[in-house]
T-cell receptor, first 112, second 113 residues
């Protein structure tokens, strides 16, 4: 089955700096890669996703890149703000409505 | 903004007891899921449900587990005879179609003592 590895497990950055979180996956049949942000006491919120037919997607300060050959994808957050502090999860699946295989999560801390 | 809601937020139960975790998916969604996360481990898929039947389930989802959509709004996960190792955060999710993203609830923390 699919296996998703996520690094780093914790990341501390200064406000205004960039943050990068990386994930690798094992199943070449996976074609949908969402990123979720989990804040304490709230449901995980989808912040961006990418499908395998594109290599990069951007939404304001957030971008995701996908390298299908190497089977890895990354989340990039620019100009970080304290409210970006949360746990971020990457996931992979064979379609948006299919079961998700999650990475282990990254706790991002943005210091003011 | 529509959201998935789960109740209770925390449930403590004795080993061997039955528990029912409840979820209210987003109202026009058709696909429903349960995931769980044992402390310190990854979020794991349990089951997906569509058109009143299970569409996919993992090895974790054995005969002790069942899901039901008892009415038009609730989606429940039942664990018949809880074990200590069932202690985890349980997340419900829903999506509008097989091609759109899943929205997650805030989770129910189940503690089996």
């Amino acid at each position: 089955g699919e296996n998703v590895e996520q690094h780093p497990s914790t990341l501390s950055v200064q406000e205004g700096d960039s943050a990068v979180i990386k994930c690798t996956y094992s199943d070449s049949a996976s074609n949908y890669f969402p990123w979720y942000k989990q804040e304490l006491g709230k449901g995980s919120q989808l912040i961006i996703d990418i499908r395998s037919n594109v290599g990069e997607k951007k939404d304001q300060r957030i971008a995701v890149t996908l390298n299908k050959t190497a089977k890895h994808f990354s989340l990039h957050i620019t100009e970080t703000q304290p409210e970006d502090s949360a746990v971020y999860f990457c996931a992979a699946s064979k379609g948006a409505g299919n079961m998700l295989t999650f990475g282990g999560g990254t706790r991002l801390m943005v210091k003011p | 903004e529509p959201e998935v809601t789960q109740t209770p937020s925390h449930q403590v139960t004795q080993m061997g007891q039955e528990v029912i975790l409840r979820c209210v998916p987003i109202s026009n969604h058709l696909y429903f899921y349960w995931y769980r996360q044992i402390l310190g481990q990854k979020v794991e898929f349990l089951v997906s449900f569509y058109n009143n039947e299970i569409s996919e389930k993992s090895e974790i989802f054995d005969d002790q587990f069942s899901v039901e959509r008892p009415d038009g709004s609730n989606f429940t996960l039942k664990i018949r005879s809880t074990k200590l190792e069932d202690s985890a955060m349980y997340f419900c999710a829903s999506s509008g179609s097989a091609y759109t993203e899943a929205f997650f609830g805030q989770g129910t923390r189940l503690t089996v003592v």
